[in-house]
């Protein structure tokens, strides 16, 4: 009779475990099924790149639109700029994702319209995570005297301190870098040194290399580790 009450009891306990798991599996693909089918994704990509980046990255059956960079203002800041160019930002609760830069742009956006989702690729979410050189170099402003000319030189340095190596790649990043304005690219550097960000949006995606050069990933917290992953990783990405 004890055996039998025993093995009742277990059997209820099965059943018991066994709904929550259901019930856990039904929310969770319900939550997954509303997240990819959001409606839209606006899309930013780093400094001075555009939407190339992205071309083996795929987004499933999402409404995706690429965010052009506007030009700067001579004194606003990363933030301010944010504040512009979200009034491209029409489509509520949508998905917004950024690289590098863009990611940083993405993070002011989110802090004043509603979205469902940031998702960051070689990116950064607070003034914390970029390296202590970058901000030595604001207090003394000496990015100011750095040669904004032979940056957009692609070569072996650049084609390291990126991680690309396939020729492919390579090509890119060289028509990237040459088709970046001089001005534009002086004021996102002199902006990215300046950022003053501290919040953090709790609903975010953060994916980094952990062979990045020029945002390492050392100083990068609550990220997805993507092992070999370098700072132009995103050319290599197949999905998010």
Known sequence: MRAKVGNNRELAKNIWYK??????????FAYLNRFSMAQKYYVFSGLGADERV??????????????????????ETLAQY??????????????????????????????ILPVEKVILISSAKTRDELPLSYRFLGKLCLHKLLPYSLMKRA??????????????????LKSILENTPTPFLRWAISAIIGWQNTAISTNFVHYHGDNDHILPFRYIKNAQRVAGGGHSMVLSLCKI
């Open 155 to 172: 070569n072996a340095f650049t084609y390291w301190l990126f991680g690309v190596d396939t020729p492919e790649d390579k090509a890119l």
């Open 82 to 111: 944010a504040q512009r160019i979200a009034q491209r930002i029409t489509y509520p609760h949508s998905v917004l994702v950024g690289l590098s830069f863009g990611g940083m742009v993405a993070v002011e956006i989110a802090k």
């Open 54 to 75: 992205f071309k083996n990255l795929s987004f499933g059956d999402a409404e995706v639109e690429h965010i052009q960079w506007i030009p700067p203002l001579a004194t």
């Open 19 to 28: 709904w929550l798991h259901i019930t856990k599996l039904f929310f969770t």
